[in-house]
C-alpha cells in the first residue's frame, strides 16, 4: 500500500513537470517584449453579430452608437502575434492614449472603449507610438478588400466559413486560405481574421487558423438598414 503511494505521488509529480514544461514552451522566450513578435493579426468583426449578442445580453447601451449605424465589417483591431501565442499588456501602465487620435478611428473602430482597449492590450505589444500603430491598422484595413456583396447585406446570410473565406481570397490577390480565418460565436459569424506581416503583406499563419470557427455553416445577421 505505501509503495503504491509513493508511485502514485512520483507518477503527479511527472506529470506536473510535463505540463510545466508545456506550457513553458507554448510561451514564447520574448513575452511581452514591445516590438518583439512575428507577424499581424487584423481582425474584422461582423458588427450586425456584435449588436444582436449585445441586444441578447442586455448591454445595447454601451454600444448604441455603433449599433445604431449601418456598419458591416468593422475593425476589432491589430493584434500583434507570435508563431505560437501571443503578447499583450506589454507596458504597465500603458501610456496614455491622446483623445484626438481616438477620435480619428471612430470611422473604423466605432466604438471609444474599443480603441483605448485595443492600444492597452495590443498596441503597446507593437512597439510603436500611439500615432503610428492607429496609422498601422489604418494601412491594414486598407489592404483588405471586402467583398461587395456583404458591404449592403438586407437579409440574414447563412453561409460556410470556407466559403466566406473564399470570398475574401478572390477579391484580394495574394491572400490565401492559409493567411485568413473565420470565428464564430454559437451559430453568428463572429470575425474574419487575416494575417499580415509586419509590412502590411499577406502571409501564413497556421496558429490563428487553428482557432478557426469548426461549425459547417455561420449566420450573418443583415447590416441595419441594409
Known sequence: MYRSVIISRLLISLALVVVSAGMACAQDRRQNAPGEFDFYVLALSWSPSFCEAAAERGNSGRSQVQCERPYSFVVHGLWPQYERGFPEYCQRPSPRLDRNIMTSMLDLMPAPGLIFNEWDKHGTCSGLGARAYFEGIRKARAAVKIPEEFLQLSEPKTIAPGDLEAAFIKVNPGLSSSAISVTCSGRRLSEVRVCLSKDMQFRACEET????????????PPVRGG
Open 209 to 220: 487558423d487553428r482557432r478557426a470557427c469548426r461549425r459547417d455553416e455561420v449566420v450573418m
